[in-house]
């Protein structure tokens, strides 16, 4: 079998070339990095060298895969650029532990396992790996291996069953079942592997030449305003960005459509109260017969203390210049938009860090025949969010975003294709307005049906469709989660009894 060294290798380049990057991408290659940690795993001469190396292997993998978190990282801090390559390692470091706790299992439990129990087992370890990432430490979910295959949307449809976290994990399972069977030499479940992997892409390309229950008559308007961010909250620049997102949106005045949408913090400064600014915008959503979906910042009455509470917010103004409601952002980006704890040193150095409270209302804006489910930035990463949308009613989801603070890395097409998988999960049209891209439509198969450029400004203009049916996942949202949880308990338990049994 390989030795640790190629194995750490192919691990990271089979998440870095499998997740969307700025060279080339080929999805299947990310079953490279679970099969190399159970490599990792069962070669390890005891659990603590198995810990220790799947963490090396996952923080080297992840840190390929993000390592653009530098980039905001240097430009919302007051770090210099070479600290602020702590910001990937830091968080590669993080996940890194739940590709040691992978490996760790893999050495105590699997090293003389049949493949078709190497394959179950890891199926449930896995995920319940998965959903602790996405609730612990604020959550990171990025990189997923669910996520690499929104590239091929024929490929993705089972996460409209199992959800993200579900289908990563049959995936691991999979590709955990093939090197098993094949370390084994065990021709039956070597063609028993494959043929479910071959099963499993079959049923998901059936299910999606299917036609979507929604038809696409509502059309919109997503801006793009391209503004740099270096300028974004210089107030020398404000009027500029103003003008740039009126004199843009007054294409719809001979384009009429049924909703604008601004991204994320689009006006950087509190529209809500803006003397100069509110009227003429009022003004604009008059003239052009819709209403406007709008990122700014907005406040509210302090609370704990506090003279004023400030908020990530979306609002909603009508045809008649009225703003009617809005929708605060509820999953805060950690050393982004607010310090998750202290540390002594670090108020100077996050001096840049925005003080933003939590929303916590998450029902639906609506207008028309629309029920607007809003995801704002990488609120879209989060299978719950978008679940508490739809739930709460939302008949389309709606993902403002700015992901200006990435550039030219792999992060806006990362961060686009978590949001397919929310499209998918919930059967719902996803509008998805950014300030420099990815601006893009995606319908409730994963399809990307529009699409603008990146780092240009523009108005996109599409079609949507509303559903108020549910998918499989949805329905039995919480059943999955919680059967996923019980299995990696029962595997556990079952693997710590058999293990004792031996020994005695």
Known sequence: MLQFAPLLAMGTVGLAIGSANTI?????????????????????????????????????AFTACLYWIAVPFAEQTSMPTYLAVSGPLGVSFALGFY?????????????????????????????????????????????????????????????????AEGYSALLVALACYITAAMIASSVKHS???????????????????????????????????NI???????????????????TLSEKVFDHPVDL??????????????????????R??????????????????????????????????????????????????????????????????????????????????????????????????IFTELAQDRVESGANILINLSNDAWFGKTAAPKQHLDMTVLRAVEQGRYVARATNTGITAIIDPKGNITTKGKSFRADVIFGFVGTRTDFTFYHRFFSLIRALIVAGAIAVLAYSIYTNKKKEI
């Open 260 to 281: 604008v949408i601004w991204p994320e913090t689009s006006m950087p400064f509190y529209l809500q109260s803006h003397p100069d600014y509110l009227p003429i915008i």
């Open 99 to 163: 590709s040691a706790a992978f490996s760790w299992f893999c050495n105590k439990f699997l090293r003389n396992a049949p493949p078709l129990y190497v394959g179950m087992s890891t199926f449930f370890i896995w995920g319940a790996l998965e959903l602790a990432r996405g609730i612990l430490l604020s959550g990171f979910s990025w990189a997923s291996l669910a996520a690499a295959f929104s590239e091929w949307p024929a490929f993705v449809q089972p996460v409209s069953v199992l959800g």
């Open 283 to 380: 003004r604009l959503a008059i003239a052009s017969k819709a209403p406007y979906l709008i990122g700014t910042p907005g406040y509210a009455k302090g609370t704990e203390g506090r003279k004023y509470d400030i908020f990530n917010r979306a609002y909603l103004i009508d045809s008649e210049g009225l703003m009617l409601s809005w929708y605060d952002k509820m999953h805060l980006v950690p050393f982004g938009e607010y310090v998750p704890f202290y540390i002594p040193f670090t108020e100077e150095l996050l001096r840049g860090t925005g003080t933003f409270e939590r929303g916590t209302v998450y029902e639906p804006i609506t207008t028309g025949n629309l029920a607007m489910g809003v995801l704002i930035c990488y609120e879209a």
């Open 228 to 246: 740099n961010q270096g300028a974004k909250w210089d107030k020398r620049f404000v009027r500029g960005t103003v003008e740039r997102y009126v």
């Open 24 to 60: 080339y991408q080929l999805p299947p290659l990310v079953l490279l990095f679970p099969a190399c940690l159970y490599l990792i795993g069962i070669q390890a001469e005891t659990g603590a060298v198995a810990f220790r190396k799947g963490l090396i292997a996952g923080m080297a």
């Open 191 to 225: 063609v028993a592997a494959l043929v479910s992997l071959a099963l499993l892409f079959t049923a998901s390309y059936c299910s999606w030449i299917q036609p979507a229950d929604a038809t696409a008559n509502i059309e919109i308007a997503m801006v793009q305003g």
